[in-house]
């Protein structure tokens, strides 16, 4: 006896749905990392690293190998600052 | 003028290596919406330095060659910090500059003579979170290029005696493809 | 009248044992290679805790050897900052002034910001 195909029409929505998301999640990521993978597990050490990098690159995720900073380097270090009332 | 409680690096220290007390104390800021820069420049009795200007990819693919040439000024400056006794940020410039002059040194060398390699392997290192396992064939290639030009060698301390280091084995069991890997 | 009696030659045998082949193997083969299956495994995982143990001590060892640079930077970065406090306070004060009653370098946990934010 075949399936009628009303049956499968969630499925397909289904499917698709699920694969709307998952690309949708895979081009946001990439688009938000510079078109490179993302990382992931980083640690402190990364963290900072990154934050270094943008200092350097304007971009948590570009990368530069030269050997002398860009003007104004060494004066551009932020420190992130929380309000205190007292 | 508002008064707020501010976060630096301070200590440059990694969370899985050691518990440092002081990192601890200084824990990271939390919901912070604003930063703190000071463009003062450097006053003029202190000698001058180009900063290093490599992002953390290329200062990972440098880094063992960086341990291998600058290793007697790395040693000097961290030991002057340590018996310094909390003075070593006025006391360690001198150290501190050399340091950054001789990574820099080796950071300029490797990109007039090997980039390519050096670009290759860094580019592997970011598209694959870091991770050095993954990226032994371009390593290889780089080692054999700065050795053959800079006569710099990746070594790696305290391994165990009688294996193979793990960044000359072949097969890499984390890898990707943990096959062969050139 | 006569009682009931047991049928001439008694009551035939009750079968209360199971007559079912014993399937599989004995059970000491089951044994045997579960066994094996978990050397296999422990061989396995020990030499991947080996490789991982030589990976974090390559990872660490690349840190070390980055530590002290990016450690001068900073420390060129807070003094030049600590310059600035200073050259500031004394520009504000008329007098060099000292927090602390000690000489070794401390960073100011506590700033005072400009009013108007620039970014």
Known sequence: ?86 | MRFHCTFGVNFWTFESFQPNTAAMANREARFNQTVLVDTTPMPDHIPKVEEIGATSAPLLSASYFIGDRCKAYNDDFMKCKDESNGRGEFDCLKEGRKVTRCAASVIKDINTHCLDQFKAHWECLENNNHQLWECRRPEVQLNSCVFDKLGLKKTLPGAPEGQVPVHLRPKQKYAQYPGPQW | MPQDMPPTGGYAQVQYKRNIPARGFKPAYYMIGMHVIMAYGFYKYFHGAREQRELAREKMWSRHHLTPLLQAEEDRDQVRRHYADKAREKELLGTDIKVYNSDRFVRPTFAYTPSNLTQ
Do not use: C
């Open chain 1, 1 to 86: 006896m075949g399936v009628p195909f009303e049956a499968l029409l969630p499925y397909g929505i289904i499917i698709t749905m699920f694969g709307v998301s998952g690309y949708g999640l895979h081009y946001v990521k990439r688009f938000a990392n510079d078109g490179k993978k993302a990382r992931w597990n980083r640690d402190l050490w990364d963290r900072q690293m990154m934050e270094r990098d943008q200092r350097i690159t304007g971009s948590f995720r570009g990368q530069s190998s030269n050997h002398q900073a860009p003007t104004g380097f060494d004066v551009s270090n932020p420190w992130k600052i929380e309000s205190r009332i007292y």
